[in-house]
């Protein structure tokens, strides 16, 4: 397997492999850009890849989006992310836990982790019996800030596109009903949104249709709903040659990692004029959150700057029709600059 010339690798500063033999912990922790002087944070996937190549280019793309979505939040830290190969639903166990929690020891603070999929705050209560480096426990789920992240972008997004200042009666597919998808529906659901929904554990989607009102379709047809804004709060790569040209949303702001399997696939959303949120800023409210647990800070500190992204939204919007560029490609503009004046020049592009 070629590392340094895999498609995903990005400059990244390290890669590491574990494999504890006893718990059967076999995980990859990439740090993509560090900072002097500052730890690098990132969450922890676990889940069943198909192979060990497909584990390390989530890990090399998912420490990638950390470093934007930490540029454009304004959060001065190094970016990381781990994986750990295997079904959380089979392979979880208090020893495999506790096993990643002396990896993230080993790093003697220099990496803090915190949740992502298959890993929920439950779990890490087992990662912080042999490390204090970790954010997130019972208590500090920081989904709800993500998903609060996703409703202000989309808000911002649907006046934009759409002209409407309320989501009253705008329909939204949500895909996805774990932590951040939830989270996510009963905010829209509390502002007047219509709601259809997918997940692949048939309970998710039960509770959203009697608790929230939703209407719930096959999660093959999900991303194809003839909606006003479609919503990814399940796993990234979601738009891809395969899908795109079927997707009728007139806006997607989700809460999922990489959406776009690849960058040219924002072009061609904005030629179907289709306005996309970058997944680094939509689902920023997460690093934000944690930012804050991390300071000490109240929980409406976080609140408030979460807020303050739908006004940099509307004016990232307002510039790239400016420039005659999409807004992807504005704000991909706008946070590559902030990233050289925060890292530095260390891409192999
Ligand atoms: P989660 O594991 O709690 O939820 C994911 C949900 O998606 C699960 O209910 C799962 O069954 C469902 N799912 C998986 N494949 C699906 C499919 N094909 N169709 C429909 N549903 C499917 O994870 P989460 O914490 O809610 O995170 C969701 C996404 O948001 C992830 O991509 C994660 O990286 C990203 N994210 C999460 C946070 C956070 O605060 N938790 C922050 C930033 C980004």
Known sequence: MSIFKAVDFDGHEELHFFNDQESGLKAIIAFHRR????????????WPYPSEEAAVADALRLSRAMTYKLAVSGIRIGSAKSVIIGDPRKDKTEALLRAFGRVVESFGGRYFCAEDIGIVAEDLTFIAQETTHVVGLPGQDPSPGTALGILVCLRAAVTHRLGRDSLEGTSVAVQGLGDVGYNLCRLLRDAGAHLVV???VGERVVRAVTELGA????????????????????????????????????VICGGANNLLAEP?????LAERSILFVPDYLSNSGGVITVAAIRAGQASFDAERKIDALHSLCLNFFAEAERAGISANAGIARFTDRLILDIYGNRSTA
């Open 35 to 46: 900072l002097p002087a500052a730890p690098s944070g990132g969450g922890i996937r676990m």
């Open 215 to 250: 209407t719930a379709v096959d999660p093959e047809a999900l991303l194809f709903q003839d909606v006003d804004v479609l919503a990814p709060c399940a796993l990234g790569e979601v738009v891809n040659d395969l899908t795109i040209d079927k997707i009728r949303a007139k």
């Open 198 to 200: 997918s997940d692949i």
């Open 264 to 268: 040219r696939h924002g072009e061609r």
